[in-house]
């Protein structure tokens, strides 16, 4: 995978899965593509190594940073705080180069912004 690219596969559980994948992903959406020059568009998921791909619904959103890895904390930073208003059984994977994190609505936010401190010290480039 391309460092100049970011993945988000999300995953929701419960009898409206589809409906509340579908709705965590829009929202999620929303809010990055208010970060400017940032480009993001969405699409539904293959089930994926390592997730619970039985009774669960995945939506995919890709977040391309070209040369505006300098918006990496932001974008990140955004991610963290949906996914702490997110149901605990939604789960988010997050791959960058490399780089994969893998948080649910329970992840303690401590967790979270090590996380986040971590993959920004390795892509953010000034």
Known sequence: MDSNELRLLIESYGSTRAEQS???AQSLLEELRGIPR???????APAQPGFKSAGAVMA?????LGAAHALLPT???????????QPPATRIKLKVGKVELDWTGATPPK????????????????
């Open 75 to 85: 974008v990140v930073n955004a991610i963290r705080d949906w996914l702490l208003r």
């Open 60 to 64: 995919e959103i890709v977040v391309g």
């Open 38 to 44: 940032l480009v993001a568009d969405r699409s539904v």
């Open 22 to 24: 579908d709705l965590a």
């Open 111 to 126: 967790e979270i912004l090590n996380a986040v401190t971590t993959l920004t010290a390795e892509y953010h480039q000034p």
